[in-house]
């Protein structure tokens, strides 16, 4: 089993951007699904979006029109492209396969204030 990951976190205005990266250290990755996961302070750990290993992507309603995630396979890597970020978005996020095949990563922080 390989080791996930994530960076491109960072503190943003409402209203901004980010993106961020999730690579995988391990093997076979193009054949699984892939999600991401956040996490905000007392609260527990939400799936935010994922994408099958044919490209087939789906959304949680909070982030539906404003995240894109994607994958490059040759790269052992998949994105989080987030818009229009909202203060209800920070959180810690994580990726991992949707049904948390993998150990964890230790995450990147991502804090929209003012």
């Known amino acids: 089993q390989g080791q996930l990951v994530e960076s491109g976190g960072g503190l943003v205005q409402p209203g901004g951007s980010l993106r961020l990266s999730c690579a995988y250290s391990?093997?076979?990755?193009?054949?699984?699904?892939m999600a991401w996961f956040r996490q905000a302070p007392g609260k527990q750990r939400e799936l935010v979006a994922d994408?099958?290993?044919?490209?087939?992507?789906t959304y949680a309603d909070s982030v539906k029109g404003r995240f894109t995630i994607s994958r490059d396979n040759a790269k052992n890597t998949v994105y989080l492209q987030m818009n229009s970020l909202k203060p209800e978005d920070t959180a810690v996020y994580y990726c991992?396969?949707?049904?948390?095949?993998?150990?964890w990563g230790q995450g990147t922080q991502v804090t929209v204030s003012a």
């Open positions: 991992n396969t949707p049904s948390s095949r993998w150990f």
């Open positions: 391990g093997s076979f990755f193009g054949r699984y699904p």
């Open positions: 994408i099958s290993s044919g490209g087939s992507t």
